[in-house]
């Protein structure tokens, strides 16, 4: 029965919650509260893209970030070694003050801890309405449009991450080399699996129910305990790379 319980209480959070919650992809945000998670397709194959897409922010290596919230410093190994492009992604919005002064909308720790989500650039703005936090990604000034990247998640062992597919619909069977362990991070997303774009994540807990159907792209190495500790609308003071820009390739 509690089996039961906690399977009913994930699968509830990662559909009727995490879902609604992780739009930074939709091609339109109003869209966002309705959606729902995706069913795989029976005739879909395995796609494993043999390189990595280009015209995205890659991270060649480590990077480490820096998040300042509540007068205390969260580091964040940002893992480009596995997660080329979510990383990439991360480092290059870090990098571009994207995430300075966003709010964390959205902390579930009930019934049991499940995740602290923020990197709406929505959120700087008081006079955006509180339930339209979580709709928003980073619009790229030079094109004027929002920047999506694809699902990407490697497989232990593997030297290629599959893309735009999560682990269920690529019918892989084994586990993600990055996984869903309490201080992960990793990008939120509608139920389109290309669709993120700035929102991010921490696990609260170990969540191995959401591995393979969302992008862990690094881990908390310092102020777990900060991290525990963030109530919704605590704002992101500050973010920065302290390490690793180098590895930081755009195009």
Not at 2 to 31: K, Y
Not at 55 to 67: C, D, S
Request: charged share 20%; glycine share 8%.
């Amino acid at each position: 029965m509690v089996f039961g319980f906690r399977m009913q209480w994930a699968i509830g959070l990662v559909v009727a919650l995490f879902m609604v919650s992780c739009t930074a992809g939709a091609t339109d945000p109003s869209e966002s509260s309705t959606t729902s998670l995706a069913e795989p397709s029976e005739s879909t194959e395995l796609a494993v893209t043999p390189s990595i897409p280009e015209g995205l922010a890659r991270l060649e290596g480590k990077a480490t970030v820096e998040l300042m919230v509540n007068g205390e410093r969260i580091l964040v190994e940002v893992d480009g070694t596995q997660a080329p492009i979510t990383a990439g992604n991360f480092v290059d919005l870090v990098e571009r003050g994207v995430y300075d002064s966003t709010v964390f909308h959205r902390v579930v720790r009930e019934p049991q801890p499940f995740v602290v989500q923020g990197g709406d650039p929505q959120s700087k703005d008081p006079n955006v309405p509180v339930q339209q936090l979580g709709t928003g990604g980073f619009v790229d000034p030079d094109t004027q449009e929002k920047r999506l990247i694809p699902l990407e998640i490697t497989p232990a062992g593997s030297e290629q991450p599959i893309y735009g597919q999560t682990f269920e619909t690529a019918r892989e069977s084994s586990q993600p080399a990055l996984q869903h362990t309490h201080g992960a991070v990793a990008m939120a997303r509608s139920q389109f699996p290309d669709s993120a774009s700035s929102q991010f994540y921490f696990a609260l807990a170990d969540l191995p129910f959401l591995d393979g159907s969302y992008a862990v792209f690094g881990y908390v190495t310092e102020g777990l305990d900060t991290v525990d500790a963030i109530q919704q609308g605590d704002v992101v003071e500050s973010a920065t790379v302290l390490e690793g820009l180098d590895n930081l390739v755009t195009e």
